[in-house]
């Protein structure tokens, strides 16, 4: 599976916004085995911000762990938020 985030827009900052898309997306991810990988796809994002992203990643990541991987993260505030992220939840994204 493969999950767009420009579909929730190019900027991505509140964690109302990150709350609001992932329980919006979580029923798409009822028909995905914990054995398929599951791809973040960051491209078209302009402003990734950690509030966003730790409503959004964090509950994927406990989903998914190891299946869980990132691409196309070249964006500085992408690569910025992700590292915060890994060190508040003391957590290893899988980035390709």
């Known amino acids: 599976m493969i999950i767009k985030l420009k579909k929730f827009g190019s900027t991505l900052t509140s964690r109302d916004d ?6 919006a997306f979580k029923s798409s991810l009822n028909d995905v085995s914990r054995q398929e990988i599951v791809e973040v796809d960051f ?10 992203g730790d409503e959004f990643l964090t509950p994927l990541f406990e989903l998914f762990n190891d299946k869980l991987n990132l691409i196309n993260t070249d964006n500085y ?20």
Not at 43 to 52: D, H, I, K, L, R
Not at 87 to 92: M, N, P, S, V, Y
Request: aromatic share 12%; charged share 20%.
């Open 18 to 23: 990150g709350k609001e898309a992932f329980a």
């Open 43 to 52: 491209s078209g994002v302009n402003t990734f911000t950690p509030s966003w």
């Open 77 to 96: 505030s992408v690569q910025a938020t992700l590292k915060l992220l890994e060190k508040i939840q003391d957590i290893k994204f899988n980035i390709r």
